[in-house]
């Protein structure tokens, strides 16, 4: 989740919101309630001149709206939230619209906030794969790091040809191995960007010094470098893919975690009654549900209870193999703190 306050009076105002992931929809449906004001972007039906000589023509146009919250739910026919009101800002003052929520779809709430949205918010911002993507950009001679924040992109640090040590060789391989010294620091997923062919040269001598280094690597060719490039990078839905790549990754993760405590006797619940019985004892560490179960009025009610145990909760998609995995098990799963006894 991307979060940003805006104009803020004590505890009213409006913060801006991006939901980067399904877990993101299910806070936002536990933030937004009735009588919130919500604003965003969307395709409505808006007659000019023309249309009225032609209506047959009408066409759906982006307008910014401000809609008074009568409802919000997850869409029956999608992975998506519906936030339904009456129009108070925009055309059509009066009428009844539906936002329909998706990742990367941004909005404003505004509201007067309690501390334990903020709490939730809070979660849902240190949660995003963001932080751990780090973008290269690299060009003859000159390059810089950067690290992906929820308020952009943050420079970790500049290389110049002949900088550092190796100064005095001033070549391009004491200029790579600068580079591969830096990137072997990086933990999750990395993108080398730059124009012309000197990124993917360096790709070359890592894979030759750190193939597992290099297999982490993504490289996009951009017009320039530095900041610029990052841009480029976020502009040509490079980062979308590693996002929805990491969030898969930490899916297939989880359930296998799942499936070998399960295989091994472990501390480990699922199907509806045995995760409801693990949250009663206070067991449940991390819940796992598919989104399917999200429209499940019993689970919902069980999922809000966890979360009052302090226990983690993580929505997997159906349209994935984990998610069809869990689906088999009955659709929910608990990792617990210690293992029940029957």
């Excluded at 992975?79 to 779809?105: K, M, P, Q, W």
């Excluded at 591969?180 to 030759?208: H, R």
Aim: with cysteine; glycine share 10%.
């Amino acid at each position: 989740m991307k979060a940003e306050q805006c104009e803020m009076r004590g505890d009213y105002g409006e913060i801006r919101l991006l939901p980067e992931s399904i877990d993101d929809l299910w806070h936002l449906q536990h933030v937004i309630a009735p009588n919130d004001l919500v604003f965003a972007t969307t395709l409505r039906s808006v007659e000019s001149a023309s249309d009225k000589i032609r209506p047959e023509k009408v066409e759906k146009r982006p307008v910014r709206l401000g809609v008074r919250v009568d409802k919000v739910e997850f869409s029956v026919h999608g992975v998506r939230l519906r936030i339904s009101g009456l129009i108070e800002h925009g055309v059509d003052a009066g009428s009844h619209h539906t936002f329909n929520v998706e990742t990367g779809y941004e909005i404003s709430v505004i509201r007067r906030w309690r501390r334990v949205d903020l709490d939730r918010i809070d979660r849902a911002v240190k949660a995003s794969v963001y932080g751990v993507i780090h973008i290269l950009t690299i060009e003859e001679g000159e390059a810089e790091l950067f690290r992906l924040r929820q308020y952009g992109p943050e420079s970790v640090v500049t290389v110049t040809m002949g900088s550092g040590k190796g100064a005095e060789v001033n070549t391009r391989q004491a200029f790579f191995d600068q580079l591969l010294s830096l990137c072997a620091n990086v933990t999750g997923p990395l993108v080398i960007a730059g124009p012309g062919f000197v990124k993917d040269d360096f790709v070359k001598y890592m894979k030759g010094k750190d193939s597992a280094l290099a297999g982490r690597a993504l490289v996009v060719e951009t017009r320039r470098i530095g900041r610029g490039a990052v841009q480029d990078v976020v502009g040509l839905g490079a980062i979308d893919k590693l996002v929805g790549d990491l969030q898969l990754s930490r899916e297939v993760k989880l359930m296998d975690e799942v499936l070998m405590r399960i295989s091994q006797d472990g501390a480990v619940a699922y199907g509806i009654r045995d995760v409801a019985d693990a949250i009663d004892y206070g067991a449940a560490e991390q819940v796992l549900l598919t989104d399917t179960l999200l429209r499940n009025a019993t689970v919902t009610r069980l999922v809000e209870k966890a979360e009052g145990i302090r226990a983690s909760i993580v929505v997997l998609s159906s349209s994935f193999e984990p998610g069809e995995r869990l689906d088999a098990l009955g659709g929910i799963a608990a990792l617990l703190r210690y293992k029940l006894t029957r």
